[in-house]
C-alpha cells in the first residue's frame, strides 16, 4: 500500500527556530497514535521561502499550504487533514479551502518565481541523497565523467551564460578556462560559503535545502579543470548548513559518489568543509583562501589572480554557493536549455532575500531581467502598513538605492549598474517613508567601517570619515561643505582602496546622495528628518485641539515628560523627551505628531 | 552501502523517481476527489479511497492524482467520488463502495466510459 498523504515540514533556519523540528516530530507521534502511520509519511525539506510565515507545512496531494503552524497543531492536521479530508482552514495561509486542481502557485508569492536555485528547497529531504539522486541528482556528474572532455564541460558553462552570483558577476566559463589552462599538476576547487552581507541567507538556504546540489556541480569542476580536491569555506554560525553538508558528503561517500574512483570512472575527488568566523573581509576571495590556509584574512593585490596562483599558490577556481547550485541544471540539461531564462546580459535566474516594509518578505527565485516593480508588490505584495513605497537598496553595503523611477528597469547586472546600484548578492531591503535615507546610507558605512580589515588606508580612515560625516548630518550638525568632503572621500576609496569592500564602501552615499539630494538638504539647510527617523531632528508634539486629555500617554511616557491635567490638553517638556515615540503610538486620537 | 556503479547508480534513480513521482502533484489531468466528510467516513470513504488509490498504483497510473474533500451536502449518497478529466470532464458517483471504486478506475478512468448506473448530480 502507497501513502496517501505526504506531509512536507520545513527544516529551513527559520522554521526550526521557530519550533519546526518538534512539529516534526509532533506529526510523526499523531500519525502513529491515531493509527495511519502506515498512510502519511512525513518529510522534513529544506526552507519554502517564505520563512516570515514560518513555521510552514505543506500536505500533498491536497497542495495545502499551511502557515505558522505550532506543535499543538499536529493533532489536528492529522485527525482533520489526512482523516477526514478536510483542510484546516485557520491555518491555511489564505484561510479558504481550495477547489480541486488549484495548486499552491497560486499563492500570490510563488507567481513569478522560477526556481532553478531552488529547485529542490522545499521539495526533497536534503539529509536523503536517495532524494536528491531521484529528481535527476548526480545526472550532470554521469554526464561529465563519461561522455564530456574537460573542454565539453567549459564550453556547456560557456553557452549558458553563467555569470558569478557572488556579487562581481564574472563568467563563470571564463574562471574554469584560466583555472583549466594554468600550469601545475595540483589545481584546487572551492566553495564561497561565507554569506557576509547584511540581509542575506540564499546560500545557507541553498545548502540546507539541497546540499548535494553543491557537492555534484564542484565535482564537475573538478572534472573539468583536472581537480582532485574541494574546500567549502562556510562561516560558523551556520549550524545547520554546516551539519546537512556533513550529512551529504558522508552519503554520497557511502556511494562512491566522493572519493577515488567515482562511479568507475577512474576519477578521485574529495571535499573538506572549513570553518569561518565570520568576518565579513573573508567573503572576498584572496582573504578566503588566505584564510583557508590559515592565515589572517586579509586581501591580497590582484593579479595574480586565484586561476593563476590560489590556495597555497596553486591554480584555484573559487565560485559562490548560488553559483554552483546552477551547474548540475547546466551540464544535465544543456547550456543552450539554460540560457534560454533571463536577458542578453544576464542568463538565468537570481535569487534574492526580499525584506524590509514588503507584506510578504522571503526567498525569490526570478528570471533575470524581472522588475522591481514585480518584486516589492506583485510577489512581495506592496508595502506593508498602508505607508508610502520610498525606495529599494539592494548590493548590501557595495550597492545602493533604487528609487519609483527606475522600478520598471528590468533586474540584471548591467542594469542595476546603470541605475547607480548592485546585483551583490541579492539582499533586497525596501523602504518606506518612515525610512531615513541619510539613515540608511549611514547603517552601511557603519557596517564597512567595522568589517574593514584596516590594511590599506583609504578603506581604514575613508571608511570612519564618511561615517562621522553622515552621524554628524543625522545629528543636526551637517554643513554644506560636508556633502562635498563626502563626494571626494568617496572617490578617493574608489581609486585607492585595494579591495572591493573599500573600492564599493561609498556606493551607498553616492547613489543616496544622487537620488534624494533634497532629503540631504532638508538635514543639513533645515535641521529636519523628513522621515521622522533621526532623534536629535525631530520633536513630539502634542496638538491641543486633538488631545481630549485621556492622560494615557502621561501614564506610558517612560521619562515622565508629559504633563497635564485629565480632560485638559497635555503637553511634553522638550527637554526631558527622549523620544521614543511611545506616546506616539499610545495616543488613539491621532494628537501627538512629529515635526 | 556498498559503492555504486554507473548501472546501480541508474537503477537507483529510476525506482526512487518512481518513489518521488508519487509526491508530485503537478501536470496530472486527471483529478478523482474523495468525499470523506464524517458521514463519509462512516459510509465507508476510507475504505473507497484505499481501493482507488491500490488501484490506480496496480495498473501503473501516473496521470492521476486523488485527494480528499471534506463532506460534498450529499450524505444519503456517500461515500461520493468525483471525476474531473479533459475527456469526460467533471463526474460524481455516489455509493461508491470497494468494487465500485475499482470500477471508476478500470472503466472511467482507463477506458474513458461513464458508467451511467452510479452517476449522480451533485448540483441538483
Ligand atoms: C568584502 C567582500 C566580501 C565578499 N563576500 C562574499 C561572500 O560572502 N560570498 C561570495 O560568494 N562572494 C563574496 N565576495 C566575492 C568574492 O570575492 C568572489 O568574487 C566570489 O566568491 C566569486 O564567486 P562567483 O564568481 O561565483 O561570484 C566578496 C567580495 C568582497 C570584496
Ligand atoms: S579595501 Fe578595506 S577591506 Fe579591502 S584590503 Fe583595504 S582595508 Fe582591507
Ligand atoms: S517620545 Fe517618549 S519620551 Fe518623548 S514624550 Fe513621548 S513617550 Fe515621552
Ligand atoms: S493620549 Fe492623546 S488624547 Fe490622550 S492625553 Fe495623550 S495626547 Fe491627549
Ligand atoms: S525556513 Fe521555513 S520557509 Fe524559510
Not at chain 1, 500570490?108 to 536528491?132: A, M, S, T, W
Not at chain 1, 529599494?392 to 557595495?398: A, D, E, R
Not at chain 1, 517638556?573 to 488613539?588: E, P, Y
Request: proline share 4%; charged share 25%; net charge neutral.
Amino acid at each position: 500500500m502507497g501513502f496517501r498523504n505526504y506531509i512536507l515540514v520545513c527544516g529551513g533556519t527559520g522554521c526550526e527556530s521557530s519550533k519546526a523540528d518538534l512539529i516534526y516530530k509532533t506529526l510523526i507521534e499523531e500519525a502513529a497514535a491515531q493509527g495511519v502511520a502506515d498512510q502519511v509519511q512525513v518529510i522534513k525539506t529544506g526552507c519554502f521561502g517564505f520563512c516570515e510565515q514560518g513555521p510552514i507545512v505543506k500536505i500533498l496531494p491536497e497542495d495545502s499550504f499551511y502557515v505558522k503552524v505550532r506543535p499543538e497543531d499536529a493533532r489536528e492536521l492529522i485527525s482533520e487533514h489526512v482523516i477526514k479530508g478536510r483542510e484546516v482552514t485557520r491555518l491555511l495561509y489564505n484561510k479558504t479551502p481550495k477547489k480541486p486542481l488549484e495548486q499552491v502557485e497560486d499563492i500570490q508569492f510563488y507567481q513569478k518565481q522560477l526556481r532553478v536555485v531552488l529547485r529542490n528547497c522545499g521539495v526533497i529531504d536534503p539529509e536523503n541523497i536517495d532524494d536528491y539522486i531521484a529528481n535527476d541528482g548526480y545526472v550532470a556528474l554521469e554526464k561529465a565523467l563519461f561522455e564530456m572532455s574537460g573542454d565539453d564541460i567549459i564550453n556547456e558553462m560557456k553557452l549558458s551564460g553563467l555569470r558569478g552570483r557572488g556579487g562581481a558577476g564574472f563568467p563563470t566559463w571564463m574562471k574554469w578556462n584560466f583555472t583549466k589552462q594554468a600550469e601545475g599538476d595540483v589545481k584546487y576547487v572551492v566553495c564561497n560559503a561565507d554569506e557576509g552581507d547584511p540581509g542575506a541567507y540564499m546560500d545557507r538556504s541553498t545548502l540546507e535545502g539541497d546540499p548535494h546540489s553543491v557537492l555534484e556541480a564542484m565535482t564537475i569542476c573538478g572534472k573539468a579543470i583536472g581537480a582532485h580536491q574541494g574546500f567549502i569555506y562556510i562561516r560558523a554560525e551556520y549550524p545547520l548548513a554546516i551539519h546537512r553538508l556533513e550529512v551529504a558528503m558522508k552519503q554520497a561517500r557511502e556511494y562512491g559518489l566522493l572519493g577515488k574512483n567515482i562511479l568507475g570512472s577512474g576519477f578521485d575527488y574529495d571535499i573538506e568543509i572549513r570553518l569561518g568566523a565570520g568576518a565579513f573581509v573573508c567573503g572576498e576571495e584572496t582573504a578566503l583562501l588566505q584564510s583557508i590556509e590559515g592565515h589572517r584574512g586579509m586581501p591580497l593585490p590582484r593579479p595574480p589572480f586565484p586561476a593563476s596562483k590560489g590556495l597555497w599558490g596553486k591554480p584555484t577556481v573559487i565560485n559562490n554557493v548560488e553559483t554552483w547550485a546552477n551547474v548540475p541544471v547546466i551540464i544535465a540539461r544543456g547550456g543552450a536549455e539554460f540560457a534560454k531564462v533571463g536577458t542578453q546580459d544576464s542568463r538565468g535566474t537570481k535569487v534574492f532575500a526580499l525584506t524590509g516594509k514588503v507584506k510578504n518578505s522571503g526567498l525569490v527565485e526570478v528570471p533575470m531581467g524581472t522588475t522591481l516593480r514585480e518584486i516589492v508588490f506583485d510577489i512581495g505584495g506592496g508595502i506593508a502598513g498602508g505607508r508610502k513605497f520610498k525606495a529599494v537598496q539592494t548590493g548590501g553595503p557595495s550597492g545602493g538605492v533604487i528609487t519609483e523611477e527606475n522600478l520598471d528597469t528590468p533586474i540584471d547586472f548591467g542594469g542595476l549598474q546603470r541605475i547607480g546600484s548592485m546585483m551583490g548578492s541579492g539582499g533586497m531591503i525596501v523602504m518606506d517613508d518612515s525610512d531615513c535615507i541619510v539613515d540608511v546610507a549611514k547603517f552601511y558605512l557603519e557596517f564597512t567601517r567595522d568589517e574593514s580589515c584596516g590594511k590599506c588606508f583609504p578603506c581604514r580612515i575613508g571608511g570612519k570619515s564618511l561615517y562621522n560625516l553622515l552621524d554628524k548630518i543625522t545629528i543636526g550638525n551637517g554643513t554644506e561643505e560636508d556633502l562635498e568632503e563626502l563626494k571626494t572621500i568617496a572617490h578617493a576609496m574608489q581609486k585607492g582602496s585595494l579591495c572591493a569592500l573599500g573600492q564599493t564602501a561609498p556606493n551607498p552615499v553616492l547613489s543616496t546622495m544622487r537620488y534624494f539630494p533634497e532629503e540631504y538638504e532638508a538635514h543639513i539647510r533645515d535641521k529636519k528628518c523628513p522621515a521622522g527617523k533621526c532623534k536629535k531632528l525631530i520633536r513630539y508634539q502634542i496638538d491641543p485641539s486633538k488631545c481630549i486629555g485621556c492622560t494615557a500617554c502621561s501614564r506610558k511616557c517612560p521619562v515622565g515628560a508629559i504633563s497635564g491635567e485629565l480632560k485638559k490638553p497635555h503637553s511634553i517638556n522638550q527637554s526631558a523627551c527622549i523620544k521614543c515615540g511611545v506616546c506616539r503610538q499610545t495616543c488613539k486620537f491621532s494628537a501627538i505628531t512629529i515635526e | 552501502m556498498a559503492k555504486l556503479s554507473l548501472e546501480e547508480l541508474r537503477a537507483l534513480r529510476a525506482r526512487e523517481s518512481a518513489r518521488m513521482a508519487k509526491r508530485d502533484i503537478h501536470g496530472k489531468s486527471i483529478h478523482v476527489v474523495v468525499g470523506m466528510g464524517t458521514c463519509g467516513i462512516q459510509a465507508g470513504a476510507k475504505v473507497t479511497l484505499n481501493s482507488i488509490v491500490d488501484e490506480i498504483e496496480a495498473k501503473g497510473l501516473k496521470d492521476v492524482i486523488v485527494t480528499q474533500a471534506p463532506c460534498q451536502g450529499k450524505c444519503d449518497q456517500e461515500p461520493v467520488v468525483e471525476v474531473y478529466s479533459p475527456a469526460l470532464g467533471a463526474v460524481a458517483y455516489g455509493k461508491v463502495d470497494a468494487r465500485l471504486a475499482r470500477q471508476i478506475v478500470d472503466e472511467h478512468i482507463i477506458a474513458g466510459r461513464i458508467i451511467k448506473d452510479h452517476q449522480i448530480d451533485l448540483e441538483a
